[in-house]
């Protein structure tokens, strides 16, 4: 994300591809905003942007509420040297935003926007993280890794459930802004609302929006009962004992396919090293029967079964 570079906000008129094809990033991109931001700077965003400070009326003239709500995304976002200058253009994708040095910003929103102003603070939201983003330095390779990214860190920090609100879907048509699927944004979401006991639900507006954030949160529920976790399931627990039994009899044989743990050799003995279900950073521990694990990363304890 170079200087003077553009980044532009994807929106689909198009059918929306749903489920979790880009999870792994997804996880990848929690644990990067830990390790950049750590452990208290995460919880600094322990609040979301309210809905109250994103809502524009058709009433309210168009640029001076733009500017309003930029303007709320940018605190929320702690920016408060970043000045955001919005207009409205003709372009393919849904907003851009030069990436010049500052100490202003220019984004583009897409003409739609004019007529579509509930969905003018998901547009916003994904832009000014880009801006956030630009300035701690945070990237991943490639556009399209690099957007996930993007979409990840503006939902984790409490502004993307604008994102997965403006996703509607019926027979005939769809609008999904971003990169991530809305299952995707769910399950991002859902790992905020845990991190932080919190609940979005209320502030949904779109019936869909709130169908793929119940899909995310049970998937995001699978990660707090795997294997060697305490609240692990009979079948996933009889799984993890077999691989286990195989591993002390031969310490160089693999887990079963997609096991989300790995055994290994540790300094008190054999061990099992597996993803924090919050952060997803690898933990590794004794294989020892029942143990308390702590994340060195966001500081989660974890109970486990080993």
């Known amino acids: 994300m170079a200087d003077g570079g553009r980044n532009r906000a994807r929106s689909t008129d198009s059918p929306v591809v749903h489920g979790f ?14 390790r950049r931001l750590s452990y208290d700077g995460v919880r600094g965003y322990a609040t979301s942007l309210a809905p109250v400070d994103a809502a524009f009326s058709d009433q309210e003239d168009l640029h001076l509420g733009a500017q309003r709500v930029a303007r709320s995304v940018v605190r929320h976002l702690r920016l408060p040297e970043a000045r955001m200058i919005v207009g ?4 393919e994708h849904a907003a851009s935003v030069e990436l010049a040095a500052g100490p202003e910003y220019f984004v583009e929103l897409n003409d739609r926007f004019r007529t579509h102003r509930r969905d003018i603070g998901a547009a916003l939201a994904h ?16 556009t399209r890794d690099n957007e996930i990214l993007t979409d990840t860190v503006t939902t984790y920090l409490g502004a993307g459930w604008l994102l997965l609100d403006a996703f509607r879907e019926d027979a005939v048509s769809s609008q999904k802004l971003g ?27 779109s019936p ?7 899909a995310g949160r ?23 004992a077999r691989d286990r039994r195989h591993a002390r009899n031969d310490p160089g044989a693999p887990a079963s396919p997609g096991a989300p743990y790995a055994f290994g050799s540790g300094p008190a003995g054999p061990a099992v090293s597996f993803a924090c279900p919050t952060c997803h950073q690898r933990i590794r521990v004794p294989v020892r ?18």
């Open 88 to 91: 409205f253009r003709a372009m």
């Open 127 to 142: 832009e000014v993280t880009h801006v956030l983003l630009h300035r701690l330095g945070l990237e991943f390779p490639g």
């Open 21 to 34: 094809p880009h999870l792994e990033t997804v996880r990848s991109a929690i644990t990067a905003l830990y």
């Open 208 to 214: 869909q929006a709130y169908e793929a954030f119940t």
């Open 218 to 240: 049970q998937r995001a529920l699978r990660d707090l009962r795997q294997p060697p976790l305490a609240a692990a399931g009979r079948a996933d627990r009889r799984r993890y």
């Open 179 to 205: 990169y991530l699927t809305p299952e995707e944004f769910g399950y991002v979401l859902a790992k905020r609302a845990f991190a932080f006991d919190e609940d979005p639900s209320p502030w949904f507006t």
């Open 289 to 306: 029967g029942r143990v308390r694990a702590r994340c060195g990363l966001c500081r989660t304890v974890l109970d486990c079964d080993t």
